[in-house]
């Protein structure tokens, strides 16, 4: 789900036509609302740029494919415009998101799917899974060079559990992968 701003979409046109009418300046508008000069510039920009739809509200946070985050870092680096001229033009709420892309590209690391191979990989509810079935599937993960998002899908587990699993693995074997919760420690005497 989307972030819920404080202001309405109403409040934040209203401040945006009073600056673009000529009646207030961006210092005061600031000061009225409480809030950053950058935030009360930043609104005006992206009204500019997208009039009254701008301010609608979102259903959930942005999700970006990598072909999209990479045309977008091409266009800056192509000198298409600043970070704020870049994140306005392709509707991307932060010019930090632009940026942050931008410093992933340049150091030659990969840019990615917002949540890679899909929701249902993390939003799956995992179901209950014995020892044995545990090892089996660890096993199968790292015999297919630590195919995480391959491996939830065959079991129909959660990539978390996979990924701790072959962790716990790796550091203590199979015992490593016993289910110890709600087990009493043992007193020591």
Sequence with gaps: MGRKS??????KIEICRRYLDGSESVSRLAEEINVNKSTVKRWIRIF??????????????????KEFKR???????????????????????????VLVWV??????????????????????????????????IVKYCMEHDLDYQG????????????FNWVRKYREKGEEGLSDRRGRRKRMRS
Excluded: W
């Design 6 to 11: 404080k202001f309405s979409k109403e409040q």
């Design 48 to 65: 500019k740029a997208y009039g009254d739809s701008a301010f609608d509200e979102k259903p959930a946070n942005g999700s970006y494919t």
């Design 71 to 97: 045309k977008v870092v091409e266009a800056y680096l192509a000198g298409e415009g600043s970070l704020r001229d870049i994140a306005v033009k392709y509707n991307i709420p932060s010019e930090r998101t």
């Design 103 to 136: 410093k992933l590209y340049n150091d030659h690391i990969e840019l990615k799917d917002y949540i890679p191979g899909g929701k249902e990989i993390y939003m799956t509810k995992c179901r209950k899974v014995t020892k044995e079935e545990r090892i089996e």
């Design 151 to 162: 491996t939830c899908k065959v079991f129909n587990v959660t990539y978390s559990n996979v």
